[in-house]
């Protein structure tokens, strides 16, 4: 990595290809490490090809002032030794290995280190030692006693979205036999107990979360929260006087993500027939990335659901319906789907946990509902009654604003990495 004489260096180690940022996930890590990037001289290591690297930063100039590195190549050891090529083979045999041991989860996740990421870690770290490590989300903490060995003056971070072994409990399916589960459990939350061993760090995305790693026994040096935030230039408050010729309710979400799934699932059995009873040809358009089978067979069996599957931008659909939903039972982290109507001015129906880590006022800011019922009756509300539906936009945009900018959030965190680089001496 090449040093930068004015600011400390960062190398950032995502274990999920964020480029194009299109989706929740992505969308956080891209914004944080470009937040960052501000402040420190940043390198970002991630499982994504040289060439799709190239062809997302050539369309995105903001993501240039980053050195964006494929872990699927070394940088140089062009002719490495026999030993070397050994070694990395059998990196990669045990990484393999470790995603076929985490088939049936529910998701494409394997929690373990990235054995195979070694080789080009190796020689990013040998081109100069970073000030600061960061790693993406805790199912891979295990990499971080090897990070410890070869950086053993860095800062090590971790920036989490979830707390993973909570999340597990709650999305892996009910077929997986019960010891099986239990021990996947004990194991995500082993790792995430020895995050204290080497972590100098933990952000997490909500107070809520901090305090489910402290009830595990994470025992962490320091503890920050990097809440979700939005872009609220990109995401403009939208005109409330704009006519429409129907009633829509709309859900933002990967829809391949288990609690959007089953949220979806939820929201069609219980509230949506209600729904459709009381607010006659009635829409609802569900919009994400990669839907899966069950919720493309929604919008193919009821033709009052529209699917608007890998749109370029959330924006259009924003405009077109007039109350947001997030009916999820499962999940962690916080909502940028909420945290995106906000912004837009689209007034939001959620359950609690839909709901969680984002300090808004029930009632207020957004409506909060568990009891299918009370669910519909809260949306009809927001549909007919145009003076509460305008109280709430105006209110949830001012809080937005006031607490959840990106900006406001990012330069934050990189006060809080400033601070611990100088009391900790490095």
């Known amino acids: 990595m090449k040093s930068n004489q004015k600011r400390p260096s960062l190398l950032v180690l995502s274990p999920e290809g964020i480029l194009p940022p299109s989706h929740g996930g992505s969308l956080r890590s891209a914004h944080v490490i470009m937040g960052l990037a501000q402040h420190f001289a940043t390198t970002v290591v991630l499982p994504q090809s040289n060439e799709g690297i190239r062809r997302v930063v050539e369309q995105r100039p903001d993501l240039s002032g980053v050195q964006w590195v494929s872990s699927f190549q070394g ?6 030794s026999l030993v070397d090529r050994v070694r990395n083979r059998i990196d990669c045999w045990r990484e393999s290995r470790l995603r076929a041991r985490w088939t049936g989860v529910g998701h494409n996740w394997a929690f373990g280190p990235l054995s195979s990421w070694y080789e080009v870690l190796g020689d990013v770290i040998s081109n100069g030692q970073p000030d600061i490590v960061m790693v993406e989300h805790t199912r891979h903490a295990a990499t971080m006693a090897w990070l410890k060995h070869r950086c053993p003056r860095a800062c090590l971070v971790v920036n989490s979205q979830n707390v993973e072994s909570d999340l597990l409990r709650q999305i892996i399916p009910s077929a997986v036999p019960g010891k099986k589960k239990q021990n996947w459990i004990r194991e995500v939350e082993s790792n995430e107990r020895n995050l204290g061993k080497y972590c100098n760090l933990l952000w997490s995305c909500s107070e809520q979360d901090q305090d489910r790693y402290k009830k595990l026994g994470v025992n962490c040096r320091n503890w920050g929260v990097v809440p979700n935030g939005v872009d609220v230039i990109a995401t403009p408050f ?15 979400g990967t829809l391949c993500y288990v609690p959007n799934e089953q949220g979806i699932a939820w929201f069609n059995r219980t509230v949506w027939p209600i729904l459709k009873a009381s607010v006659p040809g009635i829409k609802w358009r569900i919009v994400g990335r990669a839907p899966s089978p069950a919720v493309r067979d929604l919008a193919v069996l009821d033709g009052s659901i529209e699917l608007y599957a890998d749109v370029p931008s959330t924006q259009p659909h924003l405009a077109v319906s007039q109350v947001g939903i997030c009916p999820l039972h499962s999940g962690g982290g916080t909502r940028l789907k909420i945290l995106e109507a906000f912004s837009a001015g689209l007034p939001m129906v959620s359950t609690t946990l839909g709901a969680e880590g984002i300090d808004a006022v029930p009632s207020k800011h957004l409506k909060i509902e568990n009891d299918p019922q009370a669910f519909a009756d809260a949306i ?11 109280e709430m936009r105006a209110s949830a945009r001012e809080f937005v604003v006031g607490k959840y900018v990106w900006e406001v959030i990012l330069d934050q965190a990189a006060t809080q990495l400033k601070d611990l680089l100088r009391t900790q001496n490095y």
């Open 75 to 80: 940088l140089g050891q062009r002719n490495r």
């Open 238 to 252: 939208r005109n409330s006087n704009v006519a429409h010729t129907e009633s829509r309710i709309l859900f933002i």
């Open 380 to 390: 009809v509300g927001l549909l007919t009654d145009s003076n509460m539906a305008e």
